[in-house]
């Protein structure tokens, strides 16, 4: 089994939870919770779909269609309990990597659009038999290898390296990173898959990843990037062929 991982949850030391954060402060990522049950489906429908979430998503009205998704097949969720630390969290999108029954896992930010284009890297990924998977679509991806929202798993070497999710999260307090503050997830990913990954690490950039030659490639910017919920949402009720699940989707929304 391959897992679509991603990580939705509220913390104190987001930007997206300061007085900066304007009309979006809060309430920001729930938005996308519409596009990525979509998205998932028109993308990778023979990966499974996994939410993992604190206390906090209960309080916003849409979950109750999240879990009828659930009920009717479309994504799983798992409660982690408080989110205690911002980057801890965002590296719940890892977990998936100790269930025995998942050999490939994609740890993938709730505010992006998967295209086709990042299917066909992913897919190259898998074939090649290396342990990580490395994508870099934008200049502003070029400070780490290992991206939080960009970077996929083979779960067996994993396994091989860090005993539990719990042995890989106390190599942060080893290396003097705290996972309180933004960026601290790539630092730890950087820092330790990095350097055991060594030359096993399939990365792709902009020139390797191909032209945007797919309708759902056009309607992001580049591989992780953010994207607009609403044109992509109703691009999708115009093209629904391209979501073979769309019908259930709006009707667990109804």
Not at 34 to 42: D, F, G, K, P, T
Not at 99 to 105: A, E, G, S, W
Not at 128 to 140: F, N, W, Y
Not at 141 to 149: D, I, R
């Amino acid at each position: 089994m391959k897992v679509f991982s991603v990580a939705f949850f509220r913390n104190w030391a987001s930007g997206y939870e300061s007085e900066r954060a304007g009309a979006g402060r809060g309430v920001f990522f729930v938005n996308y919770l519409r596009s990525l049950v979509r998205n998932h489906w028109a993308v990778w429908p023979d990966w499974k779909l996994w939410i993992h979430h604190d206390e906090r998503a209960l309080e916003f009205p849409y979950w109750e269609k999240i879990k009828r998704m659930e009920a009717a097949g479309l994504l799983s969720l798992f409660y982690m309990g408080p989110s205690d630390k911002l980057c801890k969290s965002m590296l719940w999108r890892m977990i998936p990597c100790w269930n025995l029954d998942v050999t490939h896992v994609l740890c993938r930010d709730l505010d992006a659009l998967s295209t086709p284009r990042e299917r066909r890297a992913i897919d190259r990924w898998v074939d090649s038999g290396k342990p990580v998977s490395a994508l870099h679509d934008s200049e502003s991806h070029s400070s780490v290898m290992l991206m939080g929202g960009l970077c996929g798993f083979k779960t067996q070497w994993v396994r091989d390296h860090w005993e539990s999710y719990n042995a890989f999260m106390g190599r942060a307090d080893q290396l003097g990173i705290d996972l309180t503050y933004h960026g601290s997830d790539q630092r730890l990913l950087d820092a330790e898959v990095t350097p055991a990954a060594a030359y096993e690490i399939l990365s792709e950039n902009r020139q390797t990843l191909g032209p945007k030659d797919h309708p759902i490639d056009l309607q992001g910017t580049h591989c992780g990037g953010a994207m607009h919920v609403d044109p992509f949402v109703n691009w999708l009720k115009e093209n629904r062929s391209y979501c073979p699940k769309l019908d259930l989707i709006e009707e667990c929304e109804a």
